[in-house]
């Protein structure tokens, strides 16, 4: 098979690296893999993986993003994929406008994920748009029906997101080297109980929270904010840094800006949170924390409460009760309770799941 897989750009965040994972399955084996978007800093690991990437602007929400529907039609048909994969809804307009002018007996079969609670308009219908609507958990397939009553429930099929057992195994540390390196850059979290909200710098993630919770702790326990802010949220990250010092907390939290090793940063940590605003679509930094045996603090809603459901309910909360979350901070001090082991959303099954769907529906052209 050859899939196309399209989306705005591919710098950081969950939908990206999901893409990437699936190239890589792809290619392995033995399909043929071609992602197209603006680009960005993930290009490079995406063609090591042997994926291919056509670089197009299909991500600016401008007028001017219809000039490419023409581009992509010719695309492909030169491509002649057998699977069109959308990803975000900008560019699954653009795909879809040209998708949809082409040989009904020779254009790719369509399927799209749909991530997140987006916005119920029109802009958002496009990805249900597919002939197959990919759901990333039961939380979201349950918005998508009920908010969309022109979509079938057969239609709709749940593939949750999972992490690599192999990568994310129960109990792992960093190398000390990296220790080192981690304690050269941030002196301030050595001896420290490390408390890590991770995630890319949006309102949605619940900073404001978190730091309130923080000012209550005592002097023993360090906040990590551990993920960085696109262009466009550099106010929202002032806004951060002025509460920090409005709280008076400058000493007691610690933000790292966008990093390449989450994984470390989590292994490090005593509790890691999901604090969002909204409910999340899955949370995928939830479950990488959990299956590394951390304990989280979650909010319970969404994605994050299906998978806390399965392997730590001990740390559902209510959204937005703060005292209750200083309690368990408190009781786990005491004693801290252990994930368990048994983690159904692996990322092998995501990807063999996703495959076997494209397979089936190449095979009914």
């Known amino acids: 098979m050859k899939v196309i897989q399209i989306l705005p750009e591919l710098n950081s965040g969950g939908v990206e690296r999901g893409t990437l994972e699936l190239g890589k399955y792809l290619v392995q084996k033995g399909h043929d893999s071609v992602i197209i978007s603006n680009g960005g800093r993930m290009v490079e690991q995406l063609e090591r993986e042997g994926s291919r990437h056509i670089a197009l602007p299909v991500h600016k929400k401008s007028p001017s993003s219809l000039l490419q529907i023409k581009a992509l039609r010719r695309l492909f048909e030169q491509e002649k994929p057998d699977v069109l994969h959308l990803r975000s809804r900008l560019p699954a307009w653009i795909a879809w406008l040209a998708w949809r002018r082409m040989n009904i007996r020779t ?50 099929v749940v593939i949750h997101r999972g992490v690599d057992p192999h990568q994310y195994t129960f109990g792992a540390q960093p190398e000390q080297s990296w220790v080192d390196k981690w304690h050269n850059d941030f002196p301030e979290t050595r001896g420290k109980k490390l408390l890590t909200l991770p995630g890319r710098i949006t309102r949605l993630k619940g900073h404001s929270d978190f730091l309130k919770i923080l000012a209550e702790l005592p002097e023993h326990f360090h906040g990590l904010i551990a993920g960085g802010a696109h262009a466009k949220k550099t106010e929202y990250l002032e806004e951060i840094k002025a509460e920090v010092a409005s709280l008076g907390i400058e000493g007691k939290v610690t933000l790292t800006g966008h990093r390449n090793d989450l994984m470390q940063i989590l292994s490090v940590s005593d509790i890691v949170f999901s604090l969002t605003q909204q409910p999340e679509s899955f949370g995928r930094t939830t479950l990488e924390a959990l299956c590394l045996g951390k304990p989280v603090i979650g909010y319970d809603h969404g994605g994050v409460g299906e998978i806390l459901d399965a392997l730590f309910p001990e740390g559902k909360i209510s959204p937005g009760d703060l005292s209750g979350i200083r309690e368990l901070i408190s009781k786990w001090e005491r004693q801290r309770p252990v994930p368990k082991q048994n983690n159904p959303f692996t990322l092998d099954s995501m990807l063999s799941k996703t495959v076997k769907l494209y397979e089936s529906l190449a095979l009914k052209h």
């Open 107 to 156: 254009r790719p079969r369509l399927l799209t994920t749909v991530h997140g609670f987006n916005s119920v308009n029109g802009y958002s219908k496009i990805m249900t748009s597919g002939e197959v609507i990919i759901c990333v958990s039961n939380s979201v397939k349950e918005y998508v029906t009920s908010n969309y009553p022109h979509v079938s429930e057969s239609k709709c």
